[in-house]
């Protein structure tokens, strides 16, 4: 998981408990949504790679008790989003493309290719649990982060999964107008999929 998906994370977890207990607290995480997955070689590169990093900086005391203290002698695998939510108790939406650019480029294709990404990712959704406190939007774009940016978010060409662009899924969910768990088909059904490739800036992990 990327250092920003870690801090949502963390503050998803510890912010719920600094209000009183009447305060209504949500989270939304956008491409936030980092597996536990093999590279196409069916290496462990992303697993080698957050054991280095919790190793070098000692992070191991920095992930959630809840989550570390079920994962034995691998507690850096807390680092992947799909342990660390069966745990949370604060709502929370997931708005996450299938064929999350960021992801297939440093987990499953490091240094792309589809291969079975989207069924990877879409199991470690369920595997994290249902819960009516859940909301889910998994559209079949290449991209990643797609909530801050109008485009993507809530324009006449958002991405959208049945008639539900993001922007009415996320506020669905939040104002609990009805549950969530918007799943799109499988890559290149979505025609309104926009170049959101904006990581690309970004150094390979």
């Avoid at 510890?14 to 949504?33: E, H, M, Y």
């Avoid at 462990?44 to 191991?60: D, T």
């Avoid at 499953?108 to 990404?117: G, H, I, Q, V």
Wanted: with cysteine; net charge neutral; aromatic share 10%.
């Amino acid at each position: 998981m990327d250092h920003h998906s870690q801090v949502m994370w963390r503050q998803s977890i510890q912010f719920r408990a600094l209000l009183p207990a009447t305060t209504k607290v949500k989270c939304i995480s956008d491409a936030g949504f980092f597996i536990h997955a093999k590279d196409v070689s069916g290496g462990q590169h992303i697993e080698n790679f957050y054991g280095q990093v919790a190793k070098l900086h000692g992070s191991v005391k920095n992930l959630p008790a809840s989550c570390t203290s079920r994962m034995g002698m691998r507690p850096e695998l807390c680092f992947f989003s799909q342990y660390v939510v069966q745990t949370m108790q604060t709502p929370i939406f997931f708005i996450n493309a299938a064929y999350d650019s960021l992801q297939i480029k440093n987990i499953l294709a490091p240094s792309a290719a589809d291969s079975d990404f989207r069924a990877q990712i879409l199991s470690a959704l369920t595997g994290a649990g249902s819960s009516s406190s859940r909301g889910i939007f998994i559209d079949s774009c290449y991209a990643h982060c797609q909530a801050g940016n109008q485009i993507t978010w809530s324009s006449n060409n958002s991405p959208a999964v049945g008639n539900t662009k993001i922007a009415k899924a996320v506020g669905d969910w939040y104002y609990e107008r009805s549950p969530v768990q918007e799943i799109d088909c499988p890559y290149p059904c979505n025609p309104n999929c926009q170049n959101t490739d904006s990581e690309s800036q970004l150094p390979d992990i």
